[in-house]
């Protein structure tokens, strides 16, 4: 079976430019969350999607969005990057919405790399 | 708003050494709690999960945690380390519907 993939793996970009993140989930998982890492520090919720609607929004600015498609991949886009926003970008996968099961864990992506000049 | 806490962002220990990492949240309600490790090159991986019930949780690779709520913490242990344990470790809880919130990590060497 297929992890969670993302793409692409590093990607350098400049101060207000806009960038698009990838992430297919696990076969048969409908919810997809994208975490930011910032060097140092642990990682920092987002967005959660699922079943293509937003179900829960991070203290992230505006410029950060997202969205999930009818085969349950997704997007995240940042617009007028700044270079704090230079991180790991994570995508998780699980098949359900919340935690209440114990076996909805989060599966991680290796992430998406994004250098901001 | 909830927030973790670990304790040390270092540790350094030779091989077979006991490992203790403290993890600390604040939230007075139900948790769920978890262990993720990251190793040099690779993404996160879950190592343990707390979600109801025995409060001791075995996971992956000898690892284990104990929930105890009247301290709001959730260390992990391992009686004996590997230099194949040296890794980043995050613990992280879930309390709100659908987020997890990490501690900063604990980025273990372990010296052969």
């Known amino acids: 079976d297929a992890g969670v993939t993302q793409s692409p793996t590093h990607l350098i970009k400049t101060r207000g430019q806009h960038v698009t993140l990838r992430c297919s989930p696990i076969?048969?998982?409908?919810?997809v969350s994208w975490y930011q890492q910032v060097l140092g520090q642990g990682p920092q919720f987002i967005f959660q999607?699922?079943?293509?609607?937003?179900?829960g929004r991070g203290n992230f600015p505006d410029r950060f969005s997202a969205r999930q498609f009818p085969n349950y991949s997704s997007e995240l886009n940042v617009n007028a990057l700044l270079l704090g926003d230079s991180a790991l970008y994570l995508c998780?996968?699980?098949?359900?919405?919340?935690?209440?099961?114990?076996?909805?864990?989060?599966?991680f992506g290796a992430g998406s790399r994004l250098t901001v000049l | 708003a909830q927030s973790v806490s670990q304790h040390n962002h270092h540790v350094i220990l030779s091989e077979a050494a006991s490992l203790e990492l403290g993890c600390n949240y604040s939230?007075?309600?139900?948790?769920?709690l978890f262990w993720y490790v990251q190793y040099p090159g690779q993404h996160l991986q879950l190592l343990l999960k707390?979600?109801?019930?025995?409060?001791l949780v075995k996971g992956i690779k000898g690892f284990e945690a104990e929930f105890i709520k009247s301290k709001f913490s959730f260390n992990l242990r391992k009686p004996s380390v590997q230099w194949s344990d040296t890794a980043e470790y995050f613990c992280?809880?879930?309390?709100?519907?659908?987020?997890?919130?990490f501690g900063a990590g604990t980025i273990l060497r372990v010296k052969s």
């Open positions: 998780a996968s699980s098949f359900y919405r919340a935690y209440s099961s114990g076996a909805n864990v989060l599966t």
């Open positions: 076969s048969g998982h409908k919810s």
């Open positions: 999607y699922y079943e293509k609607e937003e179900r």
């Open positions: 939230y007075g309600g139900t948790v769920n």
């Open positions: 707390y979600f109801s019930g025995d409060p």
């Open positions: 992280a809880v879930n309390a709100d519907g659908n987020k997890l919130v």
